[in-house]
């Protein structure tokens, strides 16, 4: 079988070979390249370079990250600079933009501004507008699919979205702005079918479904499938229609983003970690649905690293949101509470786990109580004389 797939090879072999003697000598001769860069010389196109030098944007910068636009034939810069800049951006954003999304050029500036009315539109002014543009070139110049974006502003709008919100998605999460409308509208209906059969009630629907798309708008990238597969896997392990909607709001719907075999694989290693039956494990679960979401080396290095600084298995049993720390973050809060002589150790977890602003205001608690006086100064004193 080797030596046939050797001889099929020869012909290619002798058809370059053949191509190569038979070419003109004139061919051999490269053309002569204006600029250069560090590793192999490169055409540019002169007007591009020399217009952005204009607008005070760093070529070089260019060159060693997205050096395919200066090669390009046709660019729009002073068109895409004068469209920043009526906006209000001032010189140094207009630089800072094109040079952070040079791809921004190559964009014709009636795709631009089509652009900037989709955004305008859920913007509260130009200025939020050229904010946005400043901080997410990349989202704002990906001018495909904005047949797509239009509708899909328009469906969000209508289903109850604010526009702060569409705002965010459109920056932060623009994939689900290429989907065609009618794919969003399909999943939408999915999650609503989903929500009302677990028990959901048509009143506190619509802003269970905003609440979750909020959070996790990636969400509308599933499919129909793996949302079903993952709610029968639930359901086997023991979980009721209740239960399970507790979970998916917990975990903001990232619970649909997991296929049943990693869900699996985590509850097999919390239960040998913990010791516990399966019953057991649900209470856990439900106190700390991240016991489904984290991978296993992820859950064994958190426990191991409680584990080193002194924490029991019981402990963690206790308060499992602990879980949710990094081993950093759980070696600095225990840091700053035995700065208070706070032996973490020898007590429970609730001071140490939550978010910053709620550990830093149970810190400053127990930093007031440590620093109050035994004594009300201003009691008067029994003594006998």
Not at 309 to 320: D, F, K, L, V, Y
Request: hydrophobic share 40%.
């Amino acid at each position: 079988m080797l030596w046939k797939l050797l001889m099929r090879s020869q012909p290619c072999k002798l058809c370059s070979l053949r191509k190569v003697l038979s070419a003109p000598k004139h061919r051999t001769i490269l053309p002569c390249f204006t600029y250069t860069t560090d590793n192999q010389s490169k055409k540019e196109n002169k007007k591009t370079v020399e217009k952005l030098y204009k607008f005070s944007v760093d070529i070089r910068k260019i060159r060693r990250l997205k050096e395919w636009v200066l090669l390009e034939d046709e660019t729009y810069v002073e068109e895409i600079a004068n469209i920043l800049q009526q906006l209000g951006a001032d010189e140094t954003a207009v630089a800072s933009i094109l040079e952070r999304c040079p791809e921004a050029v190559v964009c014709t500036p009636a795709a631009v501004h089509t652009q900037r009315e989709l955004w305008r539109s859920v913007c509260k002014n130009e200025e939020e507008l050229v904010k946005l543009i400043e901080q997410f070139p990349d989202s704002f110049f990906t001018v495909k699919h904005q047949e797509n974006q239009k509708l899909n502003i328009q469906f969000f709008q209508e289903l109850g979205l604010r526009n702060v919100v569409i705002s965010r998605f459109l920056t932060t999460a623009s994939s689900i702005f290429h989907n065609p409308v009618e794919k969003n509208k399909e999943m939408i209906r999915i999650l609503q079918e989903n929500y009302l059969n677990l028990g959901g009630s048509e009143a506190n629907m619509k802003v269970w479904l905003l609440k979750l798309l909020s959070q996790n708008p990636f969400i509308l990238l599933n499919s129909s499938a793996a949302i079903k597969e993952t709610l029968e896997f639930l359901q086997e392990q023991g979980f009721t229609n209740f239960e399970i909607l507790q979970l998916l709001s917990k975990l903001k719907g990232f619970l649909f983003q997991l296929c049943p075999r990693s869900i699996q694989n985590s509850i097999s290693f919390s239960k040998n970690a913990f010791k516990c039956t399966d019953h057991d494990l649900k209470q856990l679960v439900l106190k700390c649905p991240a016991l489904l979401y984290y991978s296993v080396p992820i859950l064994e290095e958190r426990i191991e690293g409680l584990l080193k600084e002194g924490i029991s298995i019981a402990q963690i049993r206790e308060t499992p949101t602990v879980l949710e720390l990094t081993p950093q973050i759980v070696q600095y809060r225990i840091r700053k509470l035995n700065s208070l002589g706070y032996r973490i150790k020898d007590g429970h977890l609730a001071n140490l786990h939550g978010t910053k602003k709620e550990f830093e205001a149970n810190f400053g608690k127990i930093q007031a109580k440590k620093g109050r006086p035994l004594f009300n100064p201003v009691a008067p004193l029994n003594v006998e004389e």
